[in-house]
T-cell receptor, first 116, second 112 residues
Framework: AQSVTQPDIHITVSEGASLELRCNYS??????LFWYVQSPGQGLQLLLK??????LVQGIKGFEAEFKRSQSSFNLRKPSVHWSDAAEYFC??????????????FGTGTRLKVLA | DAMVIQNPRYQVTQFGKPVTLSCSQT?????MYWYQQKSSQAPKLLFH???????NEADTPDNFQSRRPNTSFCFLDIRSPGLGDAAMYLC???????????FGPGTRLLVL
């Protein structure tokens, strides 16, 4: 069965430090890949997405992600974390539609804490 | 700005008292989704509409119903809320030929 794994439930980094959040998927083909961020009590905001082409994608708020087919991974990175980045981050994949629908499969999320 | 709007942002109801959550969108997207998200968990898809075609997830309880009277609005009805239905409810939309879902801010439901 298709699945998305975010191995790290919690990550704590110091402000200004670099960040990498891991995401692995299990699927026979290349899915569409997304990263969303959710601040406390808020909805999900799209950070970036990958469909095809250049495997390094740039997103909002200084985030980037790299698709690695050989590792079935789509890790999210930021070179210098800001205190406002503290939030929950969800990786999601969309399987190629079988009936015209695009259902997301979400990872379980990684909660990021930023130390001042 | 085009967006997905959810009202109210916070809803308190009593055990067993029907409640309706609303979602509206100015994006003119064909597809609308309802998710349930419990604390520290990923969103769980309840159902979605593709235009007026309703699609229920197999494990969505019968207690949850939905209506989409027009393109812009979609409602989530919980007929007899239980304590386990307390959660954040997220609405999302997607353009018919697109792959990206756009989420509203959510409605947090508290059941007393």
């Amino acid at each position: 069965a298709q699945s998305v794994t975010q191995p790290d439930i919690h990550i704590t980094v110091s402000e200004g430090a670099s960040l990498e959040l891991r995401c692995n998927y299990s699927y026979g083909a290349t899915p569409y890949l997304f990263w969303y961020v959710q601040s406390p009590g808020q909805g999900l905001q799209l950070l970036l997405k990958y469909f095809s082409g250049d495997t390094l994608v740039q997103g909002i708020k200084g985030f980037e992600a790299e698709f690695k087919r050989s590792q079935s991974s789509f890790n999210l990175r930021k070179p210098s974390v800001h205190w406002s980045d503290a939030a929950e981050y969800f990786c999601a994949v969309v399987l190629l539609p079988t009936s015209g629908t695009y259902k997301y499969i979400f990872g379980t999320g990684t909660r990021l804490k930023v130390l001042a | 700005d085009a967006m997905v709007i959810q009202n109210p942002r916070y809803q308190v109801t009593q055990f067993g008292k029907p409640v309706t959550l609303s979602c509206s969108q100015t994006l003119n997207h064909n597809v609308m989704y309802w998710y349930q998200q419990k604390s520290s968990q990923a969103p769980k898809l309840l159902f979605h509409y593709y235009d007026k075609d309703f699609n229920n997830e197999a494990d969505t309880p019968d207690n949850f119903q939905s209506r989409r009277p027009n393109t812009s609005f979609c409602f989530l009805d919980i007929r007899s809320p239980g304590l386990g239905d307390a959660a954040m409810y997220l609405c999302a939309t997607r353009r018919g030929m697109g792959e990206t879902q756009y989420f509203g801010p959510g409605t947090r439901l508290l059941v007393l």
